[in-house]
């Protein structure tokens, strides 16, 4: 079985007799186009079942809408603590309300710590949100070093950053 090709930017623009450079403004809702073309530009994308990439997309936007959801916990506690459902019901709701991808890390222990410092300096994030953080954790250095912007949820006014260590 072969696949078909996805249909791509020029194949849209072929389609509704456009440029590519229309159907891009018209695909990343740019207000600057006559209804008329938009509209041909629209039918052309619905006919072909054009899908955005984007992975194409974030190399010029440089964003990934992604965000991650860090759990310094290991899986069997994760998913038989009511406690975190609860929590990750609430982020992917509101991520889900902005189109916002929710990518999940956990930490079974030490070991995981840089492979999930390397994840998130990766650039495969726009910004993370951790929690369960044990009060010895060096996951927010972690974290931080990643250059990640991060909201760390838990006790108020922790984690302090190490001397030298940027907030």
Do not use: C
């Amino acid at each position: 079985m072969t696949e078909e090709p996805r249909p791509t930017l020029e194949a849209v623009a072929a389609r509704a007799g456009v440029s590519r450079a229309t159907v891009s403004r018209v695909v990343n809702g740019d207000p600057g186009v006559r209804e008329r073309l938009a509209e041909k530009v629209r039918h052309a994308v619905a006919e072909l079942g054009y899908v955005p990439n984007r992975a194409a997309r974030s190399l010029v936007t440089r964003r990934h809408d992604a965000v991650a959801v860090v759990i310094a916990e290991p899986e069997t506690r994760v998913f038989a603590d009511p406690f975190f459902a609860l929590q990750l019901r609430g982020i992917s709701k509101e991520l889900t309300e902005h189109d916002v991808q929710l990518v999940l890390l956990l930490t079974e222990g030490r070991d995981d710590h840089e492979r999930v410092g390397r994840y998130l300096a990766g650039g495969h994030v726009d910004g993370a949100l951790a929690f369960s953080l044990h009060l010895d954790d060096p996951l927010p250095g972690i974290i931080r070093r990643a250059g990640v912007p991060t909201v760390f949820g838990g006790r108020p006014g922790w984690p302090q950053p190490a001397p030298g260590e940027p907030s």
